[in-house]
């Protein structure tokens, strides 16, 4: 079983900087993918970013491309989200999730086995 904690989020102006942190309990969180999603008021779940086990890296999302960066501290057992550059846009409550997709599924949320409750995110014009 794990279990998984966001934070980091908050209210920042157009063009800050948040990091986002996910961190797991378990002692099996090396061996999962763990992705980042957010769900903006009205819409889709989108997903973010992902990072595999070894460090492989998935984008999905072309909005965040060059601006978002995710990484992973397995001593830590936490994954981070560095977000640059924000646009109001990007206000959502983003979510991590971790479990084992394979490479062509890190987008299907319903491939992953554990969520956390979310942070909210809010980008102020």
């Known amino acids: 079983q794990v279990q998984l904690v966001e934070s980091g989020g908050g209210l920042v ?3 800050g900087s948040l990091r986002l942190s996910c961190a797991a309990s378990g002692r099996t969180f090396s061996t ?3 992705s980042w999603f957010r769900q903006a008021p009205g819409k889709e779940r989108e997903f973010v970013k992902a990072i ?8 999905h999302t072309d ?12 001593a ?3 994954v981070y989200l560095q977000m ?4 109001p846009e990007d206000t959502a409550v983003y979510y991590c999730a971790a479990g084992n997709p394979a490479v062509g599924s890190w987008s ?6 554990y969520w956390g409750q979310g942070t909210q995110v809010t980008v102020s014009s």
Do not use: E, P
């Open 63 to 74: 909005s965040v491309k060059g601006r978002f960066t995710i990484s992973r501290d397995n």
């Open 13 to 15: 102006q157009a063009g």
């Open 76 to 78: 830590k057992n936490t």
């Open 32 to 34: 999962y993918t763990v």
């Open 84 to 87: 640059n550059s924000l646009k």
């Open 52 to 59: 595999s086990q070894s460090g492989a890296v998935g984008t």
């Open 108 to 113: 299907s949320g319903y491939k992953y086995d």
